[in-house]
């Protein structure tokens, strides 16, 4: 695997509402949050671009709408923000993909000639995924370092419910075996780019 000298690391929502478990229920992959770390710290010893994506959700009781404590980055992320020697973006966005966020992540990939992008954070089947799916749709080389994201069981239509485990494992079927995303791991991101 090669990683671009320039390629984009995506840190998708990695936000302390999703601490709450009450809201969100049972999550997997407790060792994500150490590998989102990991992967800051290879990028910003590299000189490598770091995105950085929050959500500020629109639902009034959502533990990531704005002016709640919950909005604000994690600790681990939030002490790493503007230490790199790379660029660093800030998008905010309210929907899943990160495309669709303020400002335009695509001219900004095109303006800073970037075709690669690595993605890791919360959730890995909903913002993670969709933002992987449409940069591979919009023809960037597209990597999700699995192990680097986690999600939440989830009840979807005749009351089918889904652990977090299985529902994270049918999203890396989904963009690998798809096509829109290489899913690899941390381990193997951190050997390419170190």
């Excluded at 710290?41 to 009034?60: I, K, N």
């Excluded at 790379?86 to 990939?109: C, H, M, Q, R």
């Excluded at 597209?142 to 889904?162: I, N």
Aim: overall charge negative.
């Amino acid at each position: 695997m090669e990683i671009a000298e320039n390629a984009a690391l995506i840190v998708v929502d990695v936000q302390k509402g999703f601490d709450e478990a009450d809201f969100w229920g049972p999550r997997n992959n407790p060792g994500a949050d150490e590998a989102i770390a990991s992967l800051i710290d290879v990028w910003q010893a590299t000189g490598r671009p770091v995105v950085f994506v929050r959500h500020d959700s629109e639902r009034p009781q959502s533990p990531l709408r704005p002016g709640y404590v919950g909005n604000d980055f994690k600790e681990y992320v939030e002490e790493r923000r503007g230490t790199g020697a790379g660029k660093e973006l800030l998008i905010t966005k309210t929907v899943n993909s990160a495309f669709y966020g303020t400002p335009d992540l695509a001219a900004w990939l095109r303006a800073e000639g970037i075709s690669q992008l690595v993605l890791a954070g919360i959730q890995t089947n909903m913002c993670v995924e969709t933002t992987a799916r449409m940069g591979g749709n919009l023809g960037y080389d597209v990597l999700v370092a699995f192990d680097a994201t986690y999600t939440f069981d989830l009840t979807g239509p005749f009351d089918w419910r889904r652990g977090a485990d299985e529902l994270a494992r049918a999203s890396a079927v989904s963009l690998h075996g798809g096509g829109f995303a290489r899913v690899v791991t941390t381990e193997e991101i951190v050997a390419a780019a170190s």
